[in-house]
């Protein structure tokens, strides 16, 4: 296998990845903490991507333990916490009104990973299936919709996408300021609308619907559908796609937000934007996309695709959110790609997660790590070995 010039075989990834996934494993609980020092809680879409790292890893009974961690959160209505706190149940109290769990939830991944769990016939994953379902009818029949028909989300963090430049039209003030942009998060929670069993179903003061959390939605319905036969998922998560893949702009090569923000912050070509990829039925929209991922004078960064196109004027390869490579965005795009784009952004992906110590995310231009370092879902790059073979 090439991997340019990063200097590590297969066999040494691999160890090196085993050795952060078992620094971070919580046994007790059934989890891997992203980072133990600052992220020791278990995250749903974090746990579901390190459900498919312990599979390439090949330990499946964490695979499938992670997993079910992650869904024994669900309540009677579907809804699935975006965080859980089993280790210290009274924690969440202050900040989420709850026990246990958080009160909003995140992209539902457990969509795409069950399905490589089945079709790889992991002991376990058949009885997941139930509730992986309900997570997602829950989303696909109560989450209230935009105009669009596009989901909406009640909380920028439903998304996973904490700061990215689509929420600065959110920012209260002149222009985007970053603690402005905390101190509202705060305050959006206490303005989500719930149902009875507190599931959060709308956020009127926040009013957003990005098209990053309907395509994973919809995404997660189609790969969970393809193997079970479901076809009512598989009808509900068609139009979603169908919903997502209408707010394709030509000119910026993006698929663009709806809701507040849809003539002005939600047209900034991030990557976040570039994931209705995973749903088109249009051949030309996923070239147009490709190319501009392996394009340096676009997303193409030498270690891995930039969060933010080079030539946004927010475009910044350093600050949170503002440009730097997320290795589950590049594991996401590699997954909807043809095999010579996924190739070119595996290659670069890798190198970065090499060069950055494993890092939450990094420099598309230099490699350097920011946030977390080693963080656990930089792991997925183990999963573009077999691209690269």
């Given at each position: 296998?090439?991997?340019?010039?990063?200097?590590?075989?297969?066999?040494?990834?691999?160890?090196?990845?085993?050795?952060?996934?078992?620094?971070?494993?919580?046994g007790e609980a059934g989890y891997t903490a992203p980072n133990p020092k600052v992220y020791p809680w278990r995250w749903l879409w974090d746990s579901c991507f390190h459900a498919l790292i312990w599979h390439e890893l090949g330990v499946p009974n964490r695979a499938i333990t992670?997993?079910?961690?992650?869904?024994?959160?669900?309540?009677?209505?579907?809804?699935?916490?975006?965080?859980?706190?089993?280790?210290?149940?009274q924690r969440p109290l202050e900040l989420w009104g709850r026990r246990a769990t958080s009160s909003i939830t995140q992209p539902p991944m457990y969509g795409h990973v069950l399905s490589v769990a089945l079709q790889a016939g992991l002991d376990g994953a058949a009885?997941?299936?139930?509730?992986?379902?309900?997570?997602?009818?829950?989303?696909?029949?109560?989450?209230?919709?935009?105009?669009?028909?596009?989901?909406?989300?009640?909380?920028?963090?439903?998304?996973?996408?904490?700061?990215?430049?689509?929420?600065?039209?959110?920012?209260?003030?002149?222009?985007?300021?970053?603690?402005?942009?905390?101190?509202?998060?705060?305050?959006?929670?206490?303005?989500?609308?719930?149902?009875?069993?507190?599931?959060?179903?709308?956020?009127?003061?926040?009013?957003?619907?990005?098209?990053?959390?309907?395509?994973?939605?919809?995404?997660?319905?189609?790969?969970?559908?393809?193997?079970?036969?479901?076809?009512?998922?598989?009808?509900?998560?068609?139009?979603?796609?169908?919903?997502?893949?209408?707010?394709?702009?030509?000119?910026?090569?993006?698929?663009?937000?709806?809701?507040?923000?849809?003539?002005?912050?939600?047209?900034?070509?991030?990557?976040?934007?570039?994931?209705?990829?995973?749903?088109?039925?249009?051949?030309?929209?996923?070239?147009?996309?490709?190319?501009?991922?392996?394009?340096?004078?676009?997303?193409?960064?030498?270690?891995?695709?930039?969060?933010?196109?080079?030539?946004?004027?927010?475009?910044?390869?350093?600050?949170?959110?503002?440009?730097?490579?997320?290795?589950?965005?590049?594991?996401?795009?590699?997954?909807?790609?043809?095999?010579?784009?996924?190739?070119?952004?595996?290659?670069?992906?890798?190198?970065?997660?090499?060069?950055?110590?494993?890092?939450?995310?990094?420099?598309?231009?230099?490699?350097?790590?920011?946030?977390?370092?080693?963080?656990?879902?930089?792991?997925?790059?183990?999963?573009?070995?077999?691209?690269?073979?």
């Open positions: 296998m090439a991997c340019d010039s990063v200097d590590r075989t297969p066999d040494l990834l691999r160890v090196q990845v085993r050795e952060v996934m078992e620094a971070a494993w919580v992670e997993l079910r961690s992650v869904l024994s959160a669900i309540d009677g209505s579907g809804f699935v916490p975006h965080m859980g706190y089993p280790l210290d149940p009885e997941l299936v139930e509730p992986a379902r309900r997570g997602l009818l829950f989303l696909l029949r109560r989450r209230s919709r935009d105009r669009s028909g596009l989901l909406r989300v009640t909380h920028p963090w439903e998304t996973g996408c904490d700061d990215t430049p689509r929420w600065d039209d959110y920012c209260p003030g002149d222009g985007f300021d970053r603690g402005r942009w905390a101190d509202h998060k705060i305050n959006l929670l206490g303005t989500v609308e719930r149902g009875d069993s507190g599931e959060p179903l709308d956020n009127p003061a926040f009013g957003a619907a990005p098209v990053s959390f309907s395509a994973l939605t919809a995404w997660n319905g189609l790969e969970l559908a393809a193997v079970t036969g479901d076809d009512l998922l598989a009808d509900l998560s068609g139009e979603l796609a169908a919903a997502v893949d209408d707010r394709w702009e030509p000119k910026l090569a993006n698929w663009t937000d709806a809701g507040v923000a849809e003539s002005g912050s939600g047209r900034v070509r991030t990557t976040d934007g570039l994931l209705g990829m995973l749903v088109t039925a249009d051949a030309q929209h996923k070239a147009q996309v490709e190319e501009a991922l392996c394009s340096p004078d676009a997303y193409g960064g030498e270690f891995g695709p930039r969060g933010v196109h080079r030539h946004e004027a927010v475009y910044d390869p350093v600050t949170y959110w503002r440009g730097p490579v997320w290795p589950q965005f590049a594991y996401l795009l590699a997954q909807a790609s043809s095999q010579p784009a996924a190739r070119r952004l595996a290659r670069a992906t890798l190198r970065g997660a090499v060069t950055s110590g494993f890092a939450e995310y990094w420099n598309a231009e230099t490699g350097a790590g920011g946030g977390a370092i080693p963080q656990s879902w930089t792991g997925l790059v183990l999963l573009s070995l077999p691209v690269l073979a």
